[in-house]
């Protein structure tokens, strides 16, 4: 089991340009570090325009990047080693690039596809998000390059547009239809604060989440299930969404209220109904926590909508797994003040909120209701809600929490 985020976080040093240099033979030029995420409420409400609240945590992903004289792209990760993935920018299409190396590569590809003028490019990655964990380490990755390219070059994109350009990398080059949640926390949040965020607007606002202010700790659960989502399961569920639309006559799902459930459930096969059912709740659970968060109130109040969503999550949306399940009903047995899942879903991570001077006793009982069900070991850590993306000065050593399995963390890049 893993302690607290903050300790021992030198043991995830990364030093801005070093392992670009060590890579290429020659100094970077720029570099950013983009955090990952948690969703505190908000899941899968993000491609339904609905109402997300997310928090960037401390791990995250520095991007080193260099100008080339020609028109190559190439591409390094600190994670993986070996040999640079490599590509003429003329033949970098959806495609042309595999694994990891395919989100920086989609971020180059949309810049040059809104016609702005990138051309060679080394690019090195250093990550400490675990991937899989559903921490948000592709969204970490594609901001980080983003910023880093637009800060070398002087594009001048804001920070909006450079959100658009991370997910549309993501979802016309790699092919994954995420929504626009990730890469907006890991380029807009703020330190001690959510990000409530409106995707259908994009308007956003900052709500205080300083849990330990209320003697609390938001508690990441990784409970190492592998977190997949290109496999289809991500899709489908979008469209779904997409023809319950259809068949009720709205833009959205974020159109519809829990007054339009009944005709819904009259209209729409049983399956797509309960689709249509968690997406309404969870954008009235979101706007719920918020106003508590803003009011002031202590956040323990928001462990039941946490543990709710979970609820909804697993038996309307059916995206849960039995990790998943296990390591929530086991932190809410534990004591937890809520608990739910977070991420697209089929593995990855569950967030608890816990009472400080608990977060062992919640591992504990994790770990042991792991062992009874013959899963993984789950790597238990405590994260704080930290700053979006930023630049980071060459050879400043920027830090991420300690994961309990070196080398397993962080983007894999191949080509």
């Known amino acids: ?53 997310p928090a960037a945590i401390p791990f995250g992903v520095t991007a080193s990047v260099a100008r080339r ?16 993935a490599v590509v003429p920018l003329d033949v970098l299409v959806p495609g042309a690039v595999h694994g990891g190396a395919a989100y920086a590569a989609g971020v180059v590809w949309e810049m040059r596809r809104r016609g702005l003028a990138v051309g060679g490019l080394d690019i090195h990655v250093d990550g400490t998000v675990p991937q899989g964990a559903g921490l948000s380490s592709s969204a970490a990755l594609e901001c980080a390059v983003a910023a880093a390219v637009d800060d070398l070059l002087g594009l001048g ?34 330190a001690r604060h959510a990000l409530f965020l409106d995707t259908r607007t994009m308007a956003t606002r900052h709500v205080p989440f300083d849990v330990g202010s209320f003697g609390l700790e938001l508690v990441v659960i990784d409970t190492r299930a592998p977190h997949r989502l290109v496999d289809g399961e991500y899709a489908l569920r979008r469209r779904s969404c997409a023809q319950a639309c259809a068949a009720l006559g709205v833009p959205a799902l974020r159109d519809l209220t829990e007054d339009d459930l009944p005709r819904a459930f009259a209209t729409l096969d049983p399956v797509t109904a309960r689709r249509v059912r968690h ?118 050593r920027t830090t991420g929490p300690a994961t309990e399995a070196p080398g397993t963390s962080g983007p894999a890049v191949s080509a």
């Not at 028109?71 to 040999?83: D, Y």
């Not at 994109?157 to 890991?186: H, I, K």
């Not at 608990?358 to 009874?372: I, N």
Request: overall charge negative; proline content about 5%; charged content about 20%.
């Open 1 to 53: 089991m893993n302690g607290p985020a903050n300790d021992a976080m030198s043991a995830n040093a990364i030093t801005a340009g070093a392992g670009f240099a060590q890579f290429f033979g020659r100094p970077a030029e720029a570099a950013w570090h983009a955090p990952g995420r948690v969703n505190v409420i908000g899941e899968h409400t993000d491609y339904n325009d609905g109402f997300v609240l």
């Open 69 to 84: 004289s020609d028109q190559l792209l190439r591409i390094a990760s600190a994670q993986l080693g070996g040999e640079p």
């Open 157 to 190: 994109l804001d920070r909006l547009t450079l959100v658009d350009v991370a997910r549309a990398a993501e979802n016309d080059f790699v092919g994954m239809p995420c929504g626009v949640m990730d890469q907006s926390a890991a380029l807009l949040s703020r």
């Open 279 to 396: 997406v309404v709740t969870e954008n009235a659970r979101v706007l719920d926590v918020m106003a508590l968060l803003e009011r002031g109130e202590d956040p323990r109040g928001i462990g039941l909508y946490l543990t709710r969503s979970h609820c909804s999550l697993r038996d309307d949306y059916e995206v849960s797994a039995p990790e998943l399940d296990v390591a929530a009903e086991a932190a809410l047995a534990a004591g937890a003040h809520g608990a739910r899942m977070i991420g697209g879903g089929f593995g990855g991570s569950v967030i608890a909120l816990v009472d400080v001077g608990q977060r062992a006793l919640v591992a504990r009982a994790v770990t042991s209701a792991a062992e009874r069900h013959r899963l993984a070991e789950p790597a238990v850590f405590t994260v704080t809600p930290t700053e979006g993306a930023h630049r980071v000065p060459l050879g400043k």
